[in-house]
């Protein structure tokens, strides 16, 4: 079992920033995918950013180039940097850990607002 706790939302104007964390407790975030995704009011939620447990990452289209997604093995973190915040980026953002389809664990997400 994994438990996940995310930090750092918050209020930030467009052309902002901010870094979200994720912690983990429980055995074995080394081995685990780590993610990032996030839900706005009305849509589905959507993977934002990924860092396998060799840390290779992908990130979806609309985020390349601003958001970095990075992960510390020692510390059982994960973390996202939001760089050059768009309104469009308004939602919750959630962590996930994956390793198998019965290995799969979602933190209770941190609001991100991105509003002047």
């Known amino acids: 079992q994994v438990q996940l706790v995310e930090s750092g939302g918050g209020l930030v104007q467009p052309g902002g920033s901010l870094r979200l964390s994720c912690a983990a407790s429980?055995?074995?975030?080394?081995?685990?995918?780590m993610g990032w995704y996030r839900q706005a009011p009305g849509k589905q939620r959507e993977l934002v950013a990924q860092i396998t447990s060799g840390g290779s990452t992908h990130y979806t289209d609309s985020v390349e180039g601003r958001f970095t997604i990075s992960r510390d093995n020692a510390k059982n973190t994960v973390w996202l940097q939001l760089n050059s915040l768009k309104p469009e980026d308004t939602a919750v953002y959630y962590c996930?850990?994956?390793?198998?389809?019965?290995?799969?664990?979602w933190g209770q997400g941190t609001q991100v607002t991105v509003s002047s």
């Open positions: 996930n850990a994956y390793y198998s389809r019965l290995s799969d664990f």
């Open positions: 429980g055995r074995g975030f080394s081995l685990f995918t």
